[in-house]
């Protein structure tokens, strides 16, 4: 039957089906849009701006894990007739750095071409003020992202 013509091809082997399933995708790169899932920033999109797909040793997190640049504080709706100072406020928006692990994270179809890697280094979580220095330049990078109008989506509050 089947069985056999699939030995015959070497598809199959005598103990079972020895099928070779293709390589993982890997579709959690730099620039993929996450939502937060747990922790102090759930239910908060942010961006991959590193990931360590087997781990890091050096930092301790054997796990694979993502390092992420989100909002914290998305901006709000501005009327035109408000003052500028309350356009300003309104307008203004802040942003975390954090690792997160990938079971914590989960993907969504967008992506935002911003380059954060400038910006944030690999090896920012290790030292307070080098992580407030990188926070506040994403912060800038997203704002001038956000000025542009694309990617309208990212800078919206989530709804659930």
Same mark, same amino acid.
């Given at each position: 039957?089947?069985?056999?013509?699939? #030995?015959?091809?070497? &598809?199959?082997?005598?103990?079972?089906?020895?099928?070779?399933?293709?390589?993982?995708? @890997? $579709?959690?790169?730099?620039?993929?849009?996450?939502?937060?899932?747990?922790?102090?920033?759930?239910? @908060? !999109?942010?961006?991959? #701006?590193?990931?360590?797909? /087997?781990?890091?040793?050096?930092?301790?997190?054997? +796990?694979?894990?993502?390092?992420?640049?989100?909002?914290? @504080?998305?901006?709000?709706?501005?009327?035109? %007739? &408000?003052?500028? *100072?309350?356009?300003? %406020? %309104?307008? &203004?928006?802040?942003? $975390?750095?954090?690792?997160?692990? +990938?079971?914590?994270?989960?993907?969504?179809? +967008?992506?935002?071409?911003?380059?954060? @890697?400038?910006?944030?280094?690999?090896?920012?979580?290790?030292?307070?003020?080098?992580?407030?220095?990188?926070? !506040?330049?994403?912060?800038?990078?997203?704002? /001038?992202?956000?000025? &542009?109008?694309?990617? *309208?989506? $990212? +800078?919206?509050?989530? !709804? $659930?």
């Amino acid at each position: 039957g089947l069985f056999r013509l699939l #030995v015959q091809r070497g &598809s199959c082997t005598q103990q079972g089906v020895a099928r070779e399933l293709p390589a993982m995708v @890997k $579709f959690l790169k730099p620039g993929k849009v996450v939502i937060l899932l747990t922790g102090r920033y759930a239910g @908060k !999109k942010a961006v991959i #701006v590193k990931n360590y797909d /087997d781990g890091d040793k050096a930092t301790g997190r054997a +796990y694979g894990h993502a390092l992420v640049v989100g909002l914290s @504080k998305e901006p709000r709706k501005v009327i035109k %007739r &408000s003052s500028q *100072k309350t356009q300003a %406020r %309104r307008s &203004s928006m802040k942003t $975390f750095i954090k690792a997160v692990n +990938y079971q914590h994270i989960m993907p969504t179809r +967008y992506t935002l071409d911003v380059d954060l @890697k400038s910006c944030v280094p690999a090896d920012v979580l290790g030292n307070q003020e080098r992580k407030e220095e990188a926070r !506040k330049a994403a912060k800038d990078v997203l704002t /001038d992202k956000w000025k &542009s109008g694309k990617n *309208k989506w $990212f +800078y919206t509050k989530l !709804k $659930f």
